[in-house]
């Protein structure tokens, strides 16, 4: 575990036992706060900034760091005397609040994300910062915007809120209380632990994973053919209580109801649309986290999280009940064990090295690369944040308005999303309605579907 006060010496947080160390990508968000009560120094930037340096160089140095590539392992180094702080930038819009509230919901990336080079580690691309933030404000001072990003390498979903709830503490305490010494309510800790003690070597078929051509390798997603539009579908509470009635049927979870619902709606309007297609693969990823099964706190900083992938051909989901779906949904997700998890580590860093050995005789070599990347036909890839404290976010100022995932135009993306309602995190989240983000081919129709119509509240089209 690392230490908070360590001196001027060099200190190397490996990367590699993250478990996800593949995940070389950056994620973002907006996040609305309104000033309705008209507050002066509304969510000030040196505020902010100061605050976030605070959290950095106390509780937080890998992210005050700088990726190092050794050989098969990746590390963060950073040194006690020398932080590299988050990058910072603010700019103020002459629109209304009404306007830039329209910009987070159209998602307007370019003005209020902040820029960031690719996040892939390489030893020509190692000074990658870990969060960058972009805050916006406006001349009438009615609302501001937060755009952050950070390096999925880092930090997973669940370090990323615990991160971001803890920086809001500490301003919030700041502000009430100045010249107090700095809070947190959830100290991070650091290191994932050996594996190999916690689990025997098992090995298994990670199909989460492909070897690829050289020429065709990439860890970004490549556009295709369609028009890509975005659709906001909402789950009502009641709408809710009936899915997890459904999956109580099934004997299968209420995330697990709603990835098989869409993955077989998606498939049937699909085939609809394009019959040609029946043979096509189409390939379910969902992200999931085991911190659980190995036992690791919620507040440990690092990014544990497995695609697990089962790929079917678009007429048979099309065709399958949908009982027959979500029992195939929780077999591919309950395949997530700890056993499983440090397997799939192994074979991570076993094709690393292997992959080095390559360049070093030269030899070109296939690559590997997360198969939900890789090209097919159709794709469902599912994230879930529904259960994370993402509405907590209380600098002194109160908790925001809106929070957006960015637009991600590839085919197939959908994200299950809490709403303004949510009262905080985990099973409070229940009663609040539900924001389902999914990318799709614009020959898609949701309003077609029995099961997907329900839910439909627009489409962006990007």
């Known amino acids: ?242 899915l997890r009635r459904m999956a109580r049927e099934f004997g299968v979870s209420f995330n697990t109801i709603i990835c098989a619902i869409f993955w077989k709606e998606i498939s049937v309007l699909r085939f609809r649309a394009r019959p040609s297609t029946e043979e096509d693969l189409s390939l379910f990823t969902c992200a999931t986290n085991p911190r659980a099964q190995l036992g690791l706190p919620k507040n440990l900083c690092a990014s544990p999280v497995v695609n697990l992938a089962a790929p079917r051909p678009i007429g048979e989901i099309a065709a399958m009940e949908l009982r027959d779906v979500a029992l195939l949904v929780d077999e591919t997700v309950a395949k997530g064990t700890a056993e499983y998890v440090y397997s799939s580590t192994r074979y991570l860093l076993e094709q690393r090295q292997r992959e080095i050995g390559n360049e070093k005789s030269g030899v070109a070599g296939d690559k590997l690369m997360l198969v939900y990347v890789c090209p097919a036909y159709a794709k469902c890839v599912v994230s879930s944040s529904r259960n994370f404290p993402i509405y907590q976010s209380d600098f002194g100022f109160g908790r925001p308005d809106y929070v957006r995932p960015p637009y991600l135009p590839f085919d197939g993306c959908l994200r299950i999303w809490p709403t303004p309602m949510s009262a905080g995190s985990g099973a409070s989240n229940n009663e609040a309605p539900l924001e389902i983000y999914v990318s799709l081919p614009d020959y898609v129709d949701f309003t077609q579907s029995p099961l997907l119509s329900p839910f439909v509240v627009s489409s962006l089209i990007h």
């Open 1 to 242: 575990m690392l230490q908070a006060d360590m001196g001027a010496g060099e200190v190397r947080y490996p990367v590699t036992n993250n478990i996800s160390y593949m995940y070389q990508v950056y994620c973002s968000y907006i996040m609305l706060y309104k000033n309705e009560a008209n507050q002066d120094g509304f969510m000030a930037a040196q505020h902010l900034q100061d605050g976030l340096n605070k959290l950095v160089r106390k509780y937080y140095q890998p992210v005050a760091g700088w990726f190092d590539v050794r050989g098969d392992e990746i590390d963060v180094v950073y040194y006690g005397d020398k932080f590299n702080d988050p990058p910072f930038s603010v700019q103020t819009l002459s629109i209304d609040g009404q306007e830039l509230a329209g910009e987070v919901y159209k998602s307007n990336v370019e003005l209020l994300v902040p820029e960031c080079r690719s996040g892939f580690i390489s030893r020509e691309n190692r000074e990658i910062p870990m969060f960058l933030v972009r805050a916006t404000y406006l001349e009438s001072g009615e609302a501001m915007t937060l755009g952050v990003t950070y390096h999925h390498s880092l930090m997973d979903g669940t370090a990323f809120w615990t991160f971001m709830n803890n920086w809001a503490c500490l301003c919030k305490h700041i502000y009430e209380y100045p010249g107090s010494a700095p809070m947190i309510p959830n100290a991070p800790t650091f290191g994932v632990p050996d594996l190999g003690r916690l689990c025997e070597d098992v090995g298994f078929e990670h199909s989460e994973y492909s070897l690829v051509d050289p020429s065709r390798f990439t860890r970004v997603f490549l556009p295709g053919k369609d028009e890509i539009r975005e659709n906001l579908l909402v789950i009502s509470v009641e709408q809710q209580q009936e």
